[in-house]
């Protein structure tokens, strides 16, 4: 493996590609061990299950290998490209573990002039992080691939084979589920709001 693979952002650039396309073994090398904290961390966003990490992460590493010369830098950077596969490898493993068609429509159980506004600004990733793996995993997964991971309803309704209603009202069902969660207002107020 020559260093020279590695750049300094730790970034997967077209050199690595371009050998993981003539399958040469140090490009294979160098695209995983480059992005592997990430597609693990893209993982364990959605599956809470941490002993079947590893072998999503293989599974996701097929598919990329097996496809590698699909990738068009020209319709998004690799790390888009890679982070598509993990979400929906991601998925595959949540639909074979449960069924996404029981989520529900929004219709009871929450006052219908409840806010959905979450303010984050004054809580660590972390803190939100460990909150969000105890949201149920329908919440939790629409929650993730909407405001993390940027799906629009309609990718999502698709993806989970569910309607676009039901997409929305699975997200408003976890707004409110970590509004309620999260501790009250500090005076430290950092970043942004959900």
Request: proline letters at 0%; aromatic letters at 8%; a positive charge.
């Given at each position: 493996m020559h260093i020279s693979l590695f750049n300094k952002n730790h970034l997967v650039n077209q050199e690595v590609i371009?050998?993981?396309i003539?399958?040469?073994e140090s490009?294979?090398?160098a695209l995983y061990e480059l992005s592997v904290k990430y597609v693990y961390a893209v993982v364990s966003r959605y599956v809470k299950i941490n002993h079947v990490h590893k072998d999503i992460v293989q599974e996701i590493y097929a598919n990329v290998f097996s496809h590698i010369d699909s990738y068009d830098p020209n319709k998004g950077t690799f790390k888009v490209w890679i982070r598509k596969i993990a979400v929906n490898q991601s998925l595959t493993f949540?639909?074979?573990?449960?069924n996404f068609n029981s989520m529900l429509p929004l219709t009871e159980g929450i006052n219908k002039n409840f806010s959905t506004e979450l303010d984050l600004r004054s809580f660590e990733r972390e803190n939100v992080s460990k909150i969000l793996n105890k949201m149920p995993v329908g919440y939790k997964t629409v929650f993730m691939m909407s405001v993390i991971?940027?799906?629009?309803h309609?990718?999502?309704s698709k993806l989970l084979n569910i309607s676009k209603g039901t997409?929305?009202?699975q997200l408003n069902r976890a707004k409110f589920w970590l509004k309620n969660r999260l501790p009250k207002k500090?005076?430290?107020q950092a970043h942004g709001s959900l």
């Open positions: 371009d050998l993981c003539k399958n040469v490009g294979h090398k949540l639909r074979k573990k449960n991971d940027g799906y629009n309609d990718d999502i997409s929305r009202s500090t005076k430290f």
